[in-house]
């Protein structure tokens, strides 16, 4: 991805009365948040913009861009064209003594001087660095991964999840499944049968097992097994021991 014009940069407060309703432009917004409180509303969600977060704001979708009057947006903004599009919203936190805040340093030092060529570089470089992790989920998805993958012997609170990152059931499902191929739901329930059949080749029993990730029955936590792996929990690990699985879709 390049940027192929260079429409507007700057930094500074946001004017008086900011606010954007149903923004679809074909240009993209790149902001870099100083501080101040503003706000976007974005498919459906509402959230605040973070300081010290980079936001590539996509082109030709619709969303609205407003502040708090009271304590406007401080923020470094470039409006851009690139190719292809930017086509999603994508925030990025900008952590201290790293790649991401020195390429934030030169842009914000190079911008006063009005030097398109320069600027449209460190933008360049930031494209290419957000777009070579271009297969990598957005942050509510990695962090419901990463909170599900970090709890697996805890029972899954899905509404508080999505308080957690303001997102409500339907659209935690979509953006999920879009970049994991699965729900939430599944997701920890095919994670914790594959730590059940690690404690079950640890030696721990099946019922020790079920009561240790929290099953309703015994015959619940089979089911589950067999549903995955085509064998009850018993007769799976006697087939492992005599390396006579049967060819079952994981």
Not at 100 to 112: E, G, Q
Not at 145 to 170: H, P, R, T, V
Not at 208 to 223: D, G
Request: with cysteine; net charge positive.
């Amino acid at each position: 991805m390049i940027t192929t014009q260079l429409l507007l940069a700057n930094e500074g407060y946001t004017h008086a009365n900011w606010l954007f309703k149903n923004i679809c432009t074909n240009f993209s917004r790149v902001y870099y948040i100083l501080g101040g409180e503003g706000y976007c509303r974005y498919e459906g969600r509402t959230f605040r913009l973070k300081e010290h977060c980079l936001y590539f704001f996509p082109a030709r979708r619709a969303f609205d861009l407003y502040d708090n009057a009271n304590n406007k947006l401080l923020h470094t903004y470039v409006h851009i064209c690139t190719d292809p599009a930017i086509g999603e919203l994508i925030e990025l936190n900008v952590e201290p003594d790293t790649f991401w805040a020195d390429a934030i340093t030169l842009l914000r030092k190079y911008i006063p001087l009005q030097d398109a060529a320069i600027t449209i570089g460190i933008l360049d470089m930031l494209l290419s660095h957000v777009f070579s992790r271009a297969a990598a989920p957005p942050l509510p998805a990695r962090q419901v991964k990463n909170y599900i993958d970090s709890n697996l012997l805890g029972k899954l609170d899905l509404n508080a999840l999505c308080a957690e990152i303001n997102y409500s059931k339907s659209q935690l499902n979509r953006l999920f499944l879009k970049h994991y191929k699965t729900t939430p739901i599944h997701y920890y329930n095919d994670k914790r049968l594959e730590l059940a059949l690690k404690f079950l080749m640890e030696g721990q029993t099946s019922r020790a097992v079920c009561t240790r990730l929290h099953y309703s029955t015994p015959a619940a936590f089979c089911k589950a097994f067999k549903n995955k792996y085509g064998l009850s929990p018993e007769k799976h690990l006697a087939a492992m021991k005599k390396e006579v699985l049967p060819i079952f879709q994981t």
